[in-house]
């Protein structure tokens, strides 16, 4: 009879330790359905939190590391070495003080609010999808769904990615003018109205304006913008200059970035560093420890990490997603500043690109700016883990 439900409100104190943990996890149960709206948008806002977090922190060395992507002139001399990372900075704070770290740090936000909040929502969905249960963990289906929300999550965000690199990469002397392949003076950009307050709205504007050849481009986005898109609105496509090599980065970045995060946990949680790396329950009485585990944590591997674990795991997942990635990137950013044009007049296709920064650099050319990027992504990634893995708890995720 004990096990019967009462037909009377039932006095709490005659509750077990037992029949409340019971209670608390069939509510927490109830929000870790991953179909339900309520899993969705708290997803969402963990997400877009974590992003904003991880990109303020390393919003310094990713206006060094954007300079020195794009070869812009005035920085060129300064990468190719570790110290010229100290030098570049050196100059930023001489030109425009400490806030021209933060140069197109809006547009950032702007990005990474709605990219990070996208990304986890479809990471949990497809995961969910694609790995039910721990009978169908595998580590490509690991890949893909790392891969996939990635690609989802650029699509939907890629031209304030593309705004963003074009604020970080001005500066006060140059601007690069796509339609005539070369540097502005300063005065030119006056009269286009490119100044520091009105920096956000001039650059959509300039970009706007910017007319590749649409029909003969080799670009197959650019051609399926040129198809569905009424010739009012072809300008649009401006926005997406650099993309094919953006989702080819993110396959590997992304799958690799969740993929090594789920690996480092497995790592962390095997029985060897267990004791140290996996956090207990936080209890009110020591003796009710064990049954509380054993509801809430039926599977040891399950158990959640301690914040230093979490945060190595993140730096190591990023190391390894930033290292698999990094080429494609470099072509990416040169393709973004709209700086590489063929004699005709076209933006240069990710073959061409690739070739130009071949002879002007060989192989060291893909990976300009490396080290800073793993100053970088280190802590971002590490950040970003963390934050969204405290937001779930804080939300009863």
């Keep these: 009879m004990s096990d019967l439900i009462p037909s009377t409100p039932v006095n709490p104190s005659n509750l077990t330790q037992n029949d409340i943990i019971k209670t608390k996890l069939s509510k927490t149960n109830k929000i870790k359905d991953k179909n339900s709206l309520e899993y969705v948008y708290k997803t969402a806002i963990a997400g877009g939190i974590s992003g904003s977090c991880a990109k303020t922190i390393i919003a310094p060395l990713d206006r060094v590391k954007i300079l020195f992507q794009t070869a812009n002139p005035e920085y060129k001399q300064f990468s190719g070495s570790f110290f010229g990372l100290f030098k570049a900075s050196n100059k930023i704070y001489f030109n425009d003080g400490l806030i021209g770290f933060f140069q197109g740090h809006s547009a950032t936000l702007l990005r990474i609010f709605p990219y990070a909040a996208i990304k986890w929502v479809f990471y949990e969905q ?3 999808i694609l790995i039910p249960n721990d009978n169908y963990e595998t580590n490509i289906r690991r890949l893909l769904s790392g891969s996939l929300s990635g690609m989802i999550s650029v699509f939907a965000t890629y031209p304030l990615d593309l705004l963003r690199v074009r604020l970080a990469f001005e500066t006060k002397k140059i601007h690069y003018n796509p339609s005539q392949n070369q540097i502005d003076p300063i005065n030119q950009l006056n009269q286009i109205g490119f100044k520091n307050n009105h920096r956000l709205i001039s ?9 590749p050849p649409l029909a003969t481009s080799h670009n197959p986005f650019l051609k399926l913008f040129n198809v569905i898109l009424p010739n009012q609105l072809a300008c649009l496509s401006n926005f997406y200059r650099g993309f094919t090599p953006t989702i080819l980065g993110m396959i590997p970045y992304a799958g690799v970035s969740f993929w090594t995060y789920d690996l480092c946990h ?3 949680r095997s029985h060897l560093f267990a004791p140290y790396t996996v956090q207990n329950p936080v209890m009110k009485n020591i003796e009710n420890k064990i049954e509380e585990e054993k509801l809430i944590y039926p599977h040891y591997e399950k158990k959640p990490l301690k914040s230093w674990a979490q945060l190595l795991a993140g730096g190591l997942a990023g190391l390894a997603s930033q ?3 990094y080429p494609l990137e470099v072509i990416r950013r ?5 700086a590489i044009t063929t004699s005709n007049g076209e933006f240069m296709t990710i073959k061409q690109t690739a070739k130009l920064i071949w002879h002007g650099s060989g192989i060291k050319g893909f990976y300009v ?5 793993y100053l970088k992504v280190t802590p971002m990634v590490a950040c970003s883990f963390l934050v969204y893995e405290k937001c779930k708890m804080f939300f009863g995720l």
């Design 323 to 325: 290292t698999a990635a």
């Design 126 to 128: 497809i995961r969910n």
């Design 334 to 338: 040169r393709m973004q500043v709209g």
């Design 369 to 373: 700016g490396l080290s800073i990027g």
């Design 203 to 211: 650059t959509v504007k300039l970009i706007l304006k910017e007319h």
């Design 266 to 268: 497995d790592i962390f």
